[in-house]
């Protein structure tokens, strides 16, 4: 893959014509060439030789440097004395704006993260703002140790001396070699919203995420399900695959990839019932599809391109209404599910239907009583039969020919009633559609996927098939620690030693701190984001006695503006006045959290247990039934997994006044957290 449109060593360029050097520029662009870019680009290679023949140093310079997690290019890039400088130039701007300041922080953020070669360099990035009056700069690392500088601001006359008083200061006596540095290794793990933006415009997988010689990968898991959906097409066979992993391994971002991979031919659909999760990525994907339309001349509106979207990725609860119009089923009527007894229409109807459907979160499917009582009392459609994962397999056993169904499948993550988990899936396989091919991971089978329970019911079924590659091993949220859903599974199961020793190995690279006063987790948060990284406020769905800290969940969040807009809109996670709960962030990760810790779940030290209550009219319940406190044990293992750099956890002082926020009801939960070696603020 060609990495840049243009590198040579500093004296190449200089010796290099304009016209040279633009000619490489243009045979590498892979789009029109418009007059504003070329016009970009003179102005670059000017300035850029007006620096390098008065600085007079042996280095390497690049041009339009790609940083697939971000679908973007570098300007400039110059590796001097073994220091990486990103330049972003805004030619003719006469000022320095904060998102041009953003972009190129995230430049070198993207560098030192994911960029192999450049783990261990000093990056400096600069803004070049050509026409700008000069500003004083501090030649200073960003708030981590980790040989960033904060962006520093030049225009095409204060660029040179701004590099010389860097390359003064900075004598790292480390040399670059460009060919290594150009094609270095680049293992990024981007956020759901970024990897689905990458794929839909046409990204690759191994652009966008680690690509490792792991049969674990996402790329190998991707390669099977595909594998599998070609053989069942040749075949003329149906065939169904369960994907495992660990949370933030990659699950979605697999069926997202298969989606796009196949819309081009055969219909495929991603769905999922996590409706936060497809309102926010329907949102993202029609932003770029409506920009990216724009950047060629193209008009693309709005609601056409959440229309384009939408063919992909629906709300399984959509697809389900959509699927019981289209095959025309009975109103307060017995619904037939014998294959050989649908009628003939319904078959027809059912031509239309995709081919291939991934469904994520495929644990979190309604049970049959909550689907039935759910379309009796919204649909007026009474004794509906099926689980919802019954009759999404139903609904694709219609076609004549073949069909493909991919279960991603999360361990131990149901946090509402009537989630029915894997059993139900593999039940309605083993007496309904026997002649279904079964894919599983060899995961599937642990006791957090159908309490153990999955051998067992697939012990008599011939046309079952153990695969590892559909297992993903590796967290790919959070880059700096990998293993954190194992501290937290550690914390949630009361293993504090294992837990202590889990922390001390990931505290170095991810941050985790405590604190009881919610003014310093939010100056915590602050402080730990660059450039365009996120951050926003957690809370678990039972935390109804946070009201006294302005945090009240009644109250819900806009979560498409509080995912995807910027600081200066009030609904934004960046604000810190609205709360996402389990519901709304499950599926979704932010780079930086602050989880709120209410009554609900508290740590009794005594007993050395979880205690799990509701809030009623005005006193907490003990919540009795295991059902609910699974649910809840599961709530709190989303929260406290969605951060991909660091947390801070804030456990409330209480009021001894207040009989609802007693200090007992906090005190137990905020000392058993620091029994773990957590950082305290």
């Known amino acids: ?46 300035v850029m030789k007006n620096v390098l023949c008065v600085l007079d140093v042996q280095g390497h310079i690049i041009f339009e440097y790609t940083i697939p997690r971000l679908g973007k290019r570098i300007d400039v890039t110059l590796l001097v004395n073994g220091i990486v400088f990103c330049l ?54 960003s708030c981590y140790d980790d ?27 480390k040399t670059i070699n460009p060919q290594d540095w150009v094609y270095s290794r680049y293992l990024p793990t981007p956020t759901i919203i970024q990897a689905a933006s990458a794929l839909y415009m046409n990204h690759s997988v191994e652009d966008i995420t680690k690509h490792e010689a792991d049969k674990a990968g996402i790329d190998s898991c991707t390669k099977f399900i595909l594998d599998v959906i070609r053989e069942s097409k040749d075949k003329k066979q149906k065939s169904i695959c369960f994907v495992t992993g660990v949370p933030g391994a990659g699950k979605t971002l697999v069926g997202l990839n298969v989606a796009i991979q196949q819309e081009q031919g055969d219909l495929a659909v991603y769905l999922s019932g ?76 059912a031509a239309e239907v995709e081919n291939v459907a991934i469904f994520d979160e495929a644990q979190r499917m309604w049970d049959m009583r909550h689907l039935s009582a759910w379309l009796a009392r919204k649909k007026g459609i009474a004794n509906f039969p099926m689980s919802e994962g019954e009759f999404l397999i139903w609904s694709l056993d219609q076609h004549k020919d073949w069909a493909t169904i991919v279960c991603l499948v999360g361990g131990g993550q149901e946090i509402n009633s009537g989630e029915g988990g894997i059993g139900l899936w593999i039940q309605a396989l083993n007496e309904t559609f026997p002649d279904w091919e ?33 297992h993903l091993a590796v967290s790919q949220r959070s880059f700096r620690a990998e293993t954190l859903s194992l501290f937290v599974h550690q914390l949630l199961d009361k293993d504090v030693e294992a837990a202590r020793k889990t922390y001390e190995q990931i505290s170095e690279r991810y941050p985790i701190a405590l604190t009881r006063d919610l003014a310093k987790a939010k100056e915590w948060l602050r402080d730990h984001a660059r450039g365009s990284e996120r951050y926003g406020m957690l809370v678990s769905s039972k935390a109804f006695r946070l009201k006294p800290l302005a945090i009240d969940i009644r109250s819900q969040a806009d979560i498409v503006p509080w995912f995807l807009n910027p600081i200066t809109d ?33 740590f009794d030290l005594k007993g050395k247990r979880w ?25 709190y293992r989303v929260l406290l997994t969605r951060a991909r750099q660091g947390m801070v956890i804030c456990v409330p002082e209480g009021n001894p006044a207040d009989d609802t926020r007693k200090p007992e009801f906090y005190d137990g939960t905020y000392e058993y957290l620091k029994s773990l070696g957590v950082t305290v603020l």
């Open 570 to 602: 009030i609904r934004s996670s960046l604000f810190l006045e609205d709360v996402a709960t389990e519901f709304d962030i499950q599926g979704l990760e932010l780079d930086w959290t602050c989880l709120v810790w209410d009554g609900d779940f508290r």
């Open 438 to 470: 079964i894919y599983i991971s060899n995961n599937l089978t642990d006791k957090e996927y159908a309490e153990g329970n999955v051998g067992e019911l697939l012990a008599d079924n011939t046309h079952t098939h153990t695969c590892t590659d559909l």
């Open 1 to 46: 893959m060609k990495r840049c449109f243009y590198d040579a060593p500093i004296k190449g360029f200089l010796d290099q014509s304009v016209e040279e050097i633009m000619g490489v520029l243009s045979k590498d662009n892979t789009f029109d060439l418009a007059l504003e870019q070329r016009d970009a680009w003179l102005e670059e290679i000017g």
């Open 611 to 635: 205690q799990h209550f509701n809030f009623r009219s005005d006193r907490w319940q003990n919540i009795n039934q295991e059902e609910g406190r699974a649910y809840q044990l599961n709530a």
């Open 147 to 173: 040989k960033v500088y904060e962006p520093l601001f030049a225009n095409s006359k204060t660029l040179l001396p701004l590099i010389l008083s860097v390359l003064e200061k900075e004598s790292s006596g």
């Open 88 to 141: 972003e130039f805004k030619a003719e701007e006469d000022c320095f704006n904060a998102n041009d300041k953003e972009q190129v922080w995230d430049y070198a953020l993207d560098l030192k993260n994911f960029h192999e070669e450049s783990a261990n360099l000093t990056i400096v990035p600069i803004l070049v703002a050509t026409e700008a009056e000069s500003i004083d700069n501090e030649l200073v690392f």
């Open 274 to 349: 996590n409706g936060p999760l497809v309102k926010v990525l329907t949102e993202a994907l029609a932003r770029d599809k409506v920009a990216k339309e724009k950047a060629k001349g193209i008009r693309c509106t709005k609601t056409e391109a959440e229309r384009q979207v939408s063919r992909f990725i629906q709300i399984i609860h959509r697809y389900r209404d959509n699927m019981l119009a289209k095959l025309k089923l009975p109103i307060n009527g017995e619904i037939e599910i014998d294959p050989n007894k649908v009628s003939s229409a319904a078959k027809n109807n």
